[in-house]
């Protein structure tokens, strides 16, 4: 028996079928410049007034504050002076979470790219938009600020010698090719932004420099121009304390996001030792030599012990840093999830006098 196979439907003769493709207008960029502070009353008023006022590629500009629990005027200041948004922090908790509370309003208020810069003025705000084009372009996603660290003038000989040589072990720890890794003027995109934890009370610069290289965030540094010193330093009190500090946090986010390359790297020079000691004991042994060497092979011994101990942590680092990033995929989902919806960002863009529809 055979079967008729349904005849498709007959198109007109001369008839062609048409595809249509609707390319949609970009949406709005809101870029929310956002300033640590505390204490700068007296630095925030210049540092605001630097600040640009259009820049092209952004359809709104927000400026933000986050007071980390100053005891001075600066929350009066920063109101009197018109800024968008105040993130009051009650007591004062360090530089690394005013940073991440920054990022997290700044998100919560619809920002596509994050714009970080110190109160004190140190860096040049007319900068700004070269900060941010790589974002616009598509070419990166974290972009870092770097300064003339050799021709800064109120920057001592050993401040900048201390500055250049954490740089270049940042851009090994991070690998990446950041060259100035304790600046503090960056942007960020808001996917990056949604991915970044800072677990350190000191700073958070070396740390998302560290994270991010080995997160896969792609990160590029600019150069950027700085202004004269307005106040001392309140991050490096003390070389000693500055180098001490700097290191733990850059030892800590390299074991935590590279653990394995970390702990294997870190057995090599034992395994080497140990296997060098074995090789003496066996040459002396061969040779006849009438001494037992017991020394050296209970440091051989104690050498090629510690390198297995550190493979086998190196095998667990691993396993654990697998879950690690499971779970900060589901904390981006989470985070992602918890932005406002766009109907109430496009509410707000069209108070600033910005259209936004679509074809």
Not at 49 to 57: D, H, K, V, Y
Not at 67 to 89: F, K, M, Q, Y
Not at 294 to 307: D, E, I, K, N, R
Not at 327 to 346: F, M, T, W
Request: glycine share 6%; proline share 6%; with cysteine.
């Amino acid at each position: 028996m055979t079967v008729a196979k349904p005849s498709s439907p007959r198109r007109p003769r001369g008839s062609q079928a048409k595809i249509v493709v609707v390319h949609p207008r970009p949406q709005p960029v809101r870029l929310v410049i956002q300033i640590p502070c505390y204490n700068e009353e007296e630095t925030l008023p210049e540092t605001l007034a630097a600040l640009p006022r259009s820049i092209e590629g952004i359809d709104l500009i927000e400026v933000q504050i986050i007071n980390d629990g100053s005891t001075d005027r600066t929350v009066e200041v920063a109101r009197e002076l018109g800024v968008d948004h105040i993130v009051d922090v009650p007591v004062n908790k360090g530089l690394s979470h005013a940073f991440m509370a920054g990022l997290e309003s700044a998100l919560a208020r619809g920002a596509d790219i994050i714009v970080n810069l110190d109160a004190d003025n140190q860096y040049n705000a007319n900068d700004i938009p070269h900060l941010i084009k790589p974002i616009l372009d598509r070419r990166a996603e974290f972009v870092i600020g770097d300064r003339p660290i050799t021709t800064i003038a109120h920057f001592s000989y050993l401040k900048r010698l201390l500055q250049l040589l954490g740089s270049a072990v940042v851009r090994m720890a991070s690998q990446t090719t950041v060259r100035d890794a304790p600046s503090g003027f960056r942007a960020i995109s808001r996917d990056a932004a949604l991915r970044l934890n800072s677990f350190d009370n000191y700073t958070y610069t070396l740390e998302t420099i560290v994270q991010s290289g080995l997160s896969g965030i792609r990160i590029v540094s600019v150069p950027i121009g700085v202004n004269g010193e307005t106040r001392p330093s309140r991050l490096i009190r003390s070389i000693p304390q500055y180098i001490w500090r700097s290191s733990k946090s850059i030892l800590r986010t390299a074991l935590v996001y590279a653990p394995g390359k970390f702990l294997f790297r870190l057995s090599l020079p034992l395994l080497i030792a140990g296997l060098i000691l074995v090789g003496r004991w066996l040459w002396l042994t061969i040779d006849g030599t009438d001494r037992a060497h017991v020394p050296s092979l209970v440091a051989a011994a104690g050498l090629l012990l510690t390198a297995v101990m550190l493979w086998v942590a190196a095998i667990t680092g691993e396993q654990m840093a697998i879950n690690r990033r499971l779970l900060q995929d589901i904390q981006y989902r989470l985070r992602k999830a918890a932005l406002p919806p766009r109907l109430e960002l496009d509410e707000a863009l069209s108070e600033h006098g910005v259209d936004d529809e679509q074809p």
